[in-house]
């Protein structure tokens, strides 16, 4: 049942994340951390209309990942948990999901100047999307597994005031 797909990549966030350890957990994690979606030309002139939407969806790819498992401790501690019950970023496919602001939009240079970003730089975009809060926000849909901690007034990690460090 396993397959390979072609995918493209269409461009590449710039953001001021340099290593992974300094990185957000979430996009509420760092609201006013800004950054640059950098499109490639042949895709540019697909970005008209993008800045009538206030948030989008970037689908990227963790390509600073390597291999997987099935189970994995989560960041607030407890039991591990199954892979695909967590937001890890080590996932088989190393595709990632994650909502940002629209600031500013430069079709001709190809360019989305967005905040709140969670991404390393140089993390490779392969889609965009509008979002949509009509569609896309399901509040009654739950927290799963983090109810039993949201409960107990146990405040997420994901939450703690990130400031990004340069260098090594």
């Known amino acids: 049942m396993s397959a390979t797909v072609d995918i493209v990549v269409i461009g590449r966030a710039r953001t001021p994340w340099l290593r992974r350890e300094d990185t957000p ?8 951390t800004e950054g640059t979606i950098e499109i490639d030309p042949e895709f540019a002139p697909a ?10 969806w970037l689908v990227f790819l963790f390509d600073r990942s390597r291999g997987w498992t ?3 401790k989560p960041p607030r501690g407890g039991p591990k948990r199954g892979l695909l ?22 079709v001709g240079a190809g360019k989305v100047a967005v905040r709140g970003i969670d991404l390393l730089d140089e993390t490779p975009i392969l889609d965009i ?11 009654e849909a739950g927290h799963g597994w983090l109810e039993e901690y949201l409960d107990a007034g146990i405040e997420p990690r ?4 990130y400031r990004p460090r340069r260098g090594g």
């Open 25 to 32: 957990h979430q996009p509420v994690a760092s609201p006013e």
């Open 129 to 139: 999307k509008p979002y949509l809060p009509m569609v896309d926000a399901w509040p």
């Open 47 to 56: 970005l008209a209309d993008l800045d009538t939407f206030g948030r989008i």
């Open 158 to 161: 994901l939450r703690k005031p």
């Open 85 to 106: 019950a967590t937001r890890a970023p080590d996932r088989p496919s190393g595709i990632g999901l994650t909502s940002v602001q629209v600031q500013e939009v430069d």
């Open 70 to 72: 099935a189970r994995v």
